[in-house]
Every structure is written in C-alpha cells, then in structure tokens.
C-alpha cells in the first residue's frame, strides 16, 4: 500500500479482458488537467494480456496502483478497489471508457463548491469501436430528478462521490466500510442505482 498525502480522487477500476479499450481508458486519465490522484485497478482475474498492459502502466507512472485477483464478478473488485483507495473522493471508470480531459478537476471543483452534495456525474458522448461519436446521453441534473432516475433504472456517467461529511473527514473508502455501503452482484445498471441509493440514505 502506497503511503504518504493522500491524493485529491482516487479513480476505482475493475476490469476483466479489457484489453481491447483498457489502454484508450488509462490515457485519458493519465492526461487529466488534475493531476493530484491516484488509480486503482483491480485486474478481476484477466486471462488476456490486461495483466501486461496494467503491469507496463503502473511501472511508468506512480499514481497507479494494480492488485490482481480471482474472477470474483466486478462487484467483488470494485469494492477491494474502494478499499484501496485513499482519497476523499472516488470516482468510478469502466475499462471501455474514455475520460474527458478535465472530468476530475471540474467534478472535484463543483463537489468543494458544493459541500452539501454527496455525489457528482456528468453526460455521456456515446463512440463506437473506431472511437466515432454517435450519440449523447444527458442526465438528470437536480437532486429530486437524480433519485428518481435511479429508480426508473437509469445511470449517471462518470460519478464521483465522496459520502458526506464523514468523506470529508476520514477519506471517502473508510466511511463507506464504516456504513457498509458496498456494491452488490447485480446487474450493472441496478448494481450503481443501488449503492448510490446507500449513498443517498447516509450522506450527512
């Protein structure tokens, strides 16, 4: 475990045969105009060359930290990958996304402007396998409607949140494990619906 400052974000990523996209993924936080954070990658068992790829990223650059495990499910590793993470605030990235330059900065920003607000996405610009744009994805913006797209179902894109004012405090990975607000073996969409609704029902 690494020590020392403990960064701004930590960016949680599970992944499992990404090698398709894995690297297009840690370029674009690599590059971020933020650069005081950390990623942790938790290799979910990978039987492709993402152990490779992850090994050649974490020897070049400090910030990020790989632990490889058994394929537990991506529930599983998110949540060893919220563990490890040392920052106030957290932010999740699939191995298939492309982060936009200044995603950290500006939700970091907007979450230290807004200190009653426990969490933060953003739209989301669909591409294809070539990277061409074909869609965008707006999201809910105020707190109510937020709740209710959960509900309904839908996502958010690119969340980051930091549980409340215990975030604050004592890093946003201890107060989640002291609530035991976790992801579950679900299926995606309902796996962030339902840690974000934990994340709604203790944030104070």
Request: net charge neutral; proline share 5%.
């Amino acid at each position: 475990m690494k020590v020392g400052t403990p960064p701004s974000v930590s960016v949680v990523l599970a992944v499992y045969n990404g090698e398709r996209f894995l690297a297009d993924a840690l370029d674009s936080l690599l590059v971020q105009s933020l650069s005081d954070f950390e990623v942790v990658v938790i290799d979910d068992g990978s039987t492709d060359t993402t152990p490779g790829l992850l090994h050649g990223y974490a020897s070049r650059d400090p910030r990020v930290t790989v632990r490889r495990q058994r394929n537990l499910g991506r529930a599983a590793a998110l949540n060893v990958g919220i563990g490890l993470a040392r920052a106030a605030l957290i932010a999740r990235i699939d191995a298939d996304d492309i982060a936009m330059p200044r995603r950290l900065d500006r939700q970091r920003s907007f979450l230290a402007e807004n200190p009653e607000v426990a969490g933060v996405g953003g739209s989301v610009v669909l591409i294809d396998d070539q990277g061409n744009e074909f869609a965008e994805a707006n999201y809910p913006l105020s707190h109510p409607e937020v709740r209710a797209a959960f509900w309904r179902n839908d996502s958010t894109g690119g969340e980051v949140v930091r549980f409340g004012r215990h975030g604050r405090e004592r890093g946003a990975a201890k107060a989640l494990r002291d609530a035991h607000v976790s992801f579950s073996r679900r299926p995606p969409a309902a796996e962030s619906r339902a840690f974000f609704n934990h994340v709604f029902k203790h944030d104070a």
